[in-house]
């Protein structure tokens, strides 16, 4: 049965095994938890928050546009410091904005459904890990550490992606440049 739409993916478990034990190595060593980290991506409690908060949304997280969509709009908050959750129109917006990009984008229109499953999963354990951290910081009352971590993060988007998210604003046309 075809998938749904053309960045849809039925997720195979091997994948998703391959995805965590490539996130954890790659995260492991800057990691100020190591074994909370590790208990997590064992757990899959990354994923299931995700899919948790795109399925709240209306997002399907067996779908790659839309996890590159929320994607995004975790990344916005933790550069930006914002809270997406103000703007429900936005939401949905950034939604069509992810499909429209993606379907511009030649190399992502001509990934495998594996390869599209790999995608998804990883950025949505980037997205939940950074969340998190912020969180940390946040709750920890360290505002030094966590601005300094919103511009990491901010600069590493723009360095991968080619976008700045400081430089947009979440409103209910979606993001806009400021």
């Given at each position: 049965m075809p998938s749904a739409s053309?960045?849809?993916?039925?997720p195979d478990p091997?994948?998703?095994q391959r995805v965590r034990a490539q996130v954890l190595a790659a995260a492991m060593p800057s990691?100020?938890?190591?074994?909370?980290?590790?208990?997590a991506v064992d757990s899959g409690a990354p994923w299931q928050e995700f899919d948790r908060l795109l399925i709240q949304h209306g997002y399907d997280p067996r779908d790659l546009a839309d996890v590159v969509a929320a994607f995004y709009l975790i990344a916005w908050e933790v550069a930006t410091g914002g809270d997406a959750t103000t703007q429900r129109a936005g939401i949905a917006a950034v939604r069509g904005q992810a499909r429209q990009m993606l379907a511009g984008n030649s190399p992502l229109a001509r990934q495998s459904e594996a390869e599209r499953q790999a995608t998804a999963e990883t950025l949505a354990f980037y997205a939940m890990a950074a969340a998190a951290r912020a969180n940390?910081?946040?709750v920890a009352g360290n505002g030094t550490a966590l601005t300094?971590?919103?511009?990491?993060v901010a600069a590493t988007v723009?360095?991968?992606?080619g976008i700045d998210?400081?430089?947009y604003a979440l409103t209910p046309a979606g993001f806009q440049a400021r």
């Open positions: 053309p960045t849809a993916f039925r091997a994948i998703s990691s100020p938890n190591p074994a909370g980290l590790r208990q940390d910081l946040r300094a971590f919103r511009a990491e723009a360095q991968q992606q998210l400081r430089h």
